[in-house]
Antibody
């Protein structure tokens, strides 16, 4: 059974760097896309970016200048770093797996972590 | 980038009602369209992928249709556990995006 667990500080100071790790258990991270999705309170889901297990990232254009994602296949982990955070970055951050599913071979987020609330405040 | 627009943004419905949620893409995404259900305090989960294929374990009262730019999620005979927010998401092209969500609420 695949499980994703988001780890990292729940409080980050304004202008600081948000750092989260997604620990993946139950399957290898190889041959999948991995991503981060966030949801500010009272708002919808926003895809921050995705990265293939070989390390090729694709970021949301609105966040691209502040975001770095990476994979560590030896630890079966995916990481997210977001710099220069403000209160607007306060949200629940989800780690997600994107798999090519079904006969149609479409990529969908088939596995989600439980989410990590990150608050940006001094 | 491809923009996804859902309508309505919210729906007030009763148990047993038929519910229809629409998602429109700014450019053709063929059938690279997925639907998710999200309940407060829980992680979202995948309902439908490829516009019309039910994820394993999803009840058959859920269905999806559409291709190109216009897609629909239908829930026949709404059940109490279906009150949630529903999101469409496209995985066509370089940058993937979610719709803004449709909240299905109790009338």
């Amino acid at each position: 059974q695949v499980q994703l667990q988001e780890l990292g500080p729940g409080l980050v100071e304004p202008s600081g760097t948000l750092s989260l790790i997604c620990n993946v258990s139950g399957d290898s991270i190889r041959n999948y896309y991995w991503g981060w999705v966030r949801q500010p309170a009272g708002k919808g889901l926003e895809l921050i970016g995705r990265i293939y297990s070989n390390g090729s990232p694709n970021y949301n254009p609105s966040l691209k200048s502040r975001v770095t994602m990476s994979v560590d296949t030896s630890k079966n982990q995916v990481s997210l770093k977001m710099s220069s955070v403000t209160a607007a970055d306060t949200a629940v951050y989800y780690c997600v797996r994107a798999a090519s599913v079904g006969a149609v071979r479409v990529y969908a987020f088939d596995m989600w972590g439980q989410g990590r609330l990150v608050t940006v405040s001094s | 980038d491809i923009q996804m627009t859902q309508s309505p943004s919210s729906l007030s419905v009763s148990i047993g009602d038929r519910v229809t949620v629409t998602c429109r893409a700014s450019h053709s995404i063929v059938t690279y369209l997925n639907w998710y259900q999200h309940k407060p305090g829980e992680a979202p989960h995948l309902l439908i992928y490829g516009a019309s294929t039910l994820q394993s374990g999803v009840p058959s009262r859920f269905s999806g249709s559409g291709s190109g730019t216009d897609f629909t999620l239908t829930i026949t005979t709404l059940q109490p556990e279906d009150f949630a927010t529903y999101y469409c998401q496209q995985s066509y092209g370089t940058t993937w995006t979610f719709g803004q969500g449709t909240k299905v609420e109790v009338k």
